[in-house]
T-cell receptor, first 115, second 112 residues
């Protein structure tokens, strides 16, 4: 299995621009999670999906952030407009709790820099 | 809300020796899951070990084992025969109903 795939691995953009991060979960996993990691706040859960449906988006910082999961094999996290304080590493993770497997497997992360 | 506390920001150990990383958590739930993740300089988050709260037996994975004390809400990680490749940030995580919360992490350095 290829594991969780994220793209791009690095993104540098200017303030005000739209940023889209992409994630492909492990095949067969029905839960998908988006996290943000910063030095100041550590790892924070932004939103998670079960069977493509958003379950808890209470961690999404502002309306500038949105996430979608149009099908079981693809999800996006969009920031519009981006701001310098959005600079962080964004991780996607997936799991299969319906099969009793609650551990989450993480992608390699996207390092976002907003200048 | 569940909180996870890792009281050791940094630790070091000599190669081949044993080290224990501490983690405590706060919850009113009885059914939950606990994990330790490793994040090396590559920043990849790697699952090290997991523990179901309903299991009394401590989980082990090769050189990694946990000491799970449910009443004390403690979940420490023991690394035996430390190797240079164990150098990384280690995160303790608590999960209930798919809501995962992480501790601030412990930076472990294995010295040759």
């Amino acid at each position: 299995d290829a594991g969780v795939i994220q793209s791009p691995r690095h993104e540098v953009t200017e303030m005000g621009q739209e940023v889209t991060l992409r994630c492909k979960p492990i095949s067969g996993h029905n839960s998908l999670f988006w996290y943000r990691q910063t030095m100041m706040r550590g790892l924070e859960l932004l939103i998670y999906f079960n069977n493509n449906v958003p379950i808890d988006d209470s961690g999404m910082p502002e309306d500038r952030f949105s996430a979608k999961m149009p099908n079981a094999s693809f999800s996006t996290l969009k920031i519009q407009p981006s701001e310098p304080r959005d600079s962080a590493v964004y991780f996607c993770a997936s799991s299969s709790p319906g099969q009793g497997r609650h551990e989450q497997y993480f992608g390699p992360g996207t390092r976002l820099t907003v200048t | 809300a569940q909180t996870v506390t890792q009281s050791q920001p940094e630790m070091s150990v000599q190669e081949a020796e044993t080290v224990t990383l501490s983690c405590t958590y706060d919850t009113s739930e009885s059914n939950y899951y606990l994990f330790w993740y490793k994040q090396p300089p590559s920043r990849q988050m790697i699952l090290v070990i997991r523990q179901e709260a309903y299991k009394q037996q401590n989980a082990t994975e090769n050189r990694f084992s946990v000491n799970f004390q449910k009443a004390a809400k403690s979940f420490s990680l023991k690394i035996s025969d430390s190797q240079l490749g164990d150098t990384a940030m280690y995160f303790c995580a608590f999960m209930e109903s798919n809501d995962m919360r992480f501790g601030a992490g412990t930076r472990l350095t294995v010295k040759p």
